[in-house]
Every structure is written in C-alpha cells, then in structure tokens.
C-alpha cells in the first residue's frame, strides 16, 4: 500500500522542490526541452504499465487510459518544441515614450504546487506538469488519494528530468491543505467546486495565486440544419466516456423542435448499443465512487416526480453497486437539481428548444462554464453561437476535443474555475510576467527626475499637446 505524506511533510518537500529549481532553471530552455523530450520517451515506454494502473483504480478501460498517456505524450512534445518562442523576450511599443524602450519578460515563479483528481489521474496532471517544468519551476505534485499508484507511477516518468524537479506528495485533503500552506508560489488545481472553496480559503491566509480546473454542465447546442445523426453521437459519445466521470461530459443537448424527435431517437438507439463491463471492447466501466450514484437515483427521482421520462438507463446493474446503465432522460425541469448539478456519471439530458436564441439563453443559464458543443451545416452560423456561449471551449461538430490539443489554452468559467492550462497562455500562467522600461541611451536623464526637478511645461502646451494627439474626430 502507497505511504501517505503526512502534513507535516509538506515544508520539506517544498523545500526539495525548491533546491532542485534553481538548478533546473539554470538549465536554460534548451535542455530543459531536450529532457522533457527524455521524459516523453520515458512516459511512452511505460504506456501499458500507466494504463493498467489507471484501469485498476479507476475502472475505466485500459484503452481509454492509454489515449489519456497519448494526449500527456503531445503536451510535452509541444512543450519541448514551443516553449522557448513563447516565453522569450517581446519586444513592445514605447510610443508616445519615444527615448523608451519596452519589453515583456517571462521567468520562472519557483515551485508549482498541482493538486489532481481521480477521473484522469495521467492526463490531467500532463495539462500543467510539462507547462511548469517548460517555465523553468519544480513541481510539487499531489495526485488524488483514490488513484495514489498511478500518480506515483507518473512522477517516476520525471526522473530524467532530475532529482526532484517533480516531488512527490500522497495523500488525501489534509495534505492537500498543507500544500497550500507550505510555500509554494503557486497553485494548480483541479477538482469540485466545493473543495475548491476551501483551497481558495486557504489561500487566501497565505495570498497564494490559484489556478482552479473546475466542473462543467456542459451543453450542446443542435440546430435545425445539423447533422443529426453524427450529433446524436457525438453527444453519446462525450456524455458517457469515462462513465460520464469527465467535466467536459456533454450532460445537456439542446436541440432544435425541427429535428428533436429524430435526435432523441438516435441517441436513445446508440445508447442501447453501449457495451458496459471490463472487457476490452466495453465503451463503459465502473463509476469510481459509488456514493456519486446515490446523489444521481435520488436526481433521477425528484427529476421524474416532475415530469422527466427515463427513456433508457437509469438504474444500477447486475455487475454491482458501482456499475450504472447509459441514462437518457427528456423532459427535465429547468429548476431541477438533474438540469442545474453537475452529475459525474452516465446521464444525458435533453432538451427541446424553439430557435438559436432559446438555446443559448438555456445553454448559459447555467453556474458553469467550460465547454460546450454547437451542430450546425453553417460556419457563420457556428461561429456566431460560439461568441455568445458562456463557457471556456466551444467545438463544432464534435465535443471535448479542446482538451486534446497541446496549444490550445483550457479552462472555464464561472464555478468552473479560473485561469488557464495548456497553450502560450498555460506557459504565461506558470511564469512571472515583467514589464521592463529602459531608455534608449543610458546617459539620458530620468524622465521622472526632470518632470519634479526640472521646470515644468506649462498647462497650455499640455492641453494643446493633448489635443494635437489625440482630439482628431474620426472620419
């Protein structure tokens, strides 16, 4: 059994943290590429080994976990290959400073603390592991309690990377609390809203900046024009992959009155065609927390009481208490915990709505934010629904597959969090930003210093200057 850190701990492993980032900083960007490189090698060679731990604690299928080890692999491949152009210095304009000059500089904020969850105990942690090593920062990393041998399996794919540049901390919310507490310089996490409240509260004790990954209720907006057999799918598809353990589930679809009927027909259809089990050709494994599923009956229940109809699904199944048939549910009220709660488990609502207008007033109608899907035949139609959709991802024509893309930035909004994971903008979260002033000579005198020292422009030349520079009206 994997020995859980203790609290007190916490100090110590910062501090190994710490020591071993001053080295790894000094590295450079070119060798710290080229041994995230080493690591990449190392993480792929343990793909099997990865997958059938995450499978045994988890219960998803090992193929499933094996895209979650591919998707880690492309998030240092692009680290390796991009960071040092995004985190170089950048030049910017000085005007109306002229004897200026200006530049943004990006360095590394010391030691990064990631706390992750169970649902993707590989993947997740690769959203913001090879981000921080790339900024130059060591990591102290926390992996869930519920999947303790994979995160360590994960952490010794580092090693190449050097002596505790990832330090490894086990353990439950105890640790976690500790960890906010031990003098990081930042945090990554990644989890329920409700445990993120306390980090915040935390925090705030010790004014430590928090990246918060939260929860979704994701939403799927089908027009009329859409593909309605490949939408039906795709929402099948992102509503039960992983069990529906995933906060990019497609948990509502939203679709239009033209082409409702056949939508419900075809994802009822495709969702009685899902094979559940452990075996490999299962689409569905086991819930990994079943006390979850007590929360979805008694949704389900008061859902019903007001109207809903199961159309399929929504019960347990004869493999155990943890395994939950593929639920799709019509009818459900707006007010109702089932439309409104975030589910983490295998249940799809849908909804009809009149026109593009209902379906996104429905669709951000809603505490969450973070990803959210749009069918339609027409780009400009696509691309006018997707500014209007309050969430941190849109896909068209497909779901969740933001995730998968190493430069694209992640994150939500609202109670799904805050802050940025992946992309430039995932490397500028895990560094220091500088803004440097510098004049173009260095025997010219302070700006500042002549401004009070020396005799000041009078009122009328301001205002003039002002006007000349900025007063002309538009044409």
Known sequence: MMQ??????LPALTARARNAQQTWAGLGPD????????????????????ADCAAAE????????????MAGCEMLGWVASHARRHLESRRVPS???IAKRARVEHHPLGVVG?????????GI????LPYALAAGNAVVFKPSELTPQTGALLAECFAPAGEDVVVLAQGGGEVGRALVQSGIDKLVFTGSPATARKILADAAEVLLPVVL?????DAMVVCDDADVSAAAAASVGAAFANAGQTCMAVERALVHTDVYDEFVDAAVATTETLVVGSGSNAHLGRVARPEQLDLVEQRLRQAEEAGAKVLTGGRRLALGDAWFAPTVVVDVPRDAELWQEESFAPVLSIARVADDDEAVRVANDSAFGLSSSIFTRDRDRADRLAARLEAGGVN???????????????GGVKQSGFGRLQGPEGLHELSRTTAIVSPVSMRLPSLVGLMFTGRRPPRRLVERAIRAIYGRKPT
């Open 114 to 122: 990631v706390i992750a969850p169970w649902n993707y105990p590989i």
């Open 396 to 410: 068209v024509n497909d779901a969740m597959t933001g995730a998968a893309l190493a430069a694209l930035p992640f």
């Open 4 to 9: 859980d850190s203790s609290p007190g701990d």
């Open 95 to 97: 005007w109306p400073l």
């Open 213 to 217: 990954e939260l929860g979704g209720k």
């Open 125 to 128: 942690p690769l959203q913001s």
């Open 58 to 69: 988890t219960g998803k299928n090992e193929t499933d976990a094996l895209f979650e080890v």
């Open 31 to 50: 060798e710290r590429s080229r041994r995230l490189r080493t690591v990449r090698a190392e993480l792929a060679r343990r793909a099997g080994a990865l």
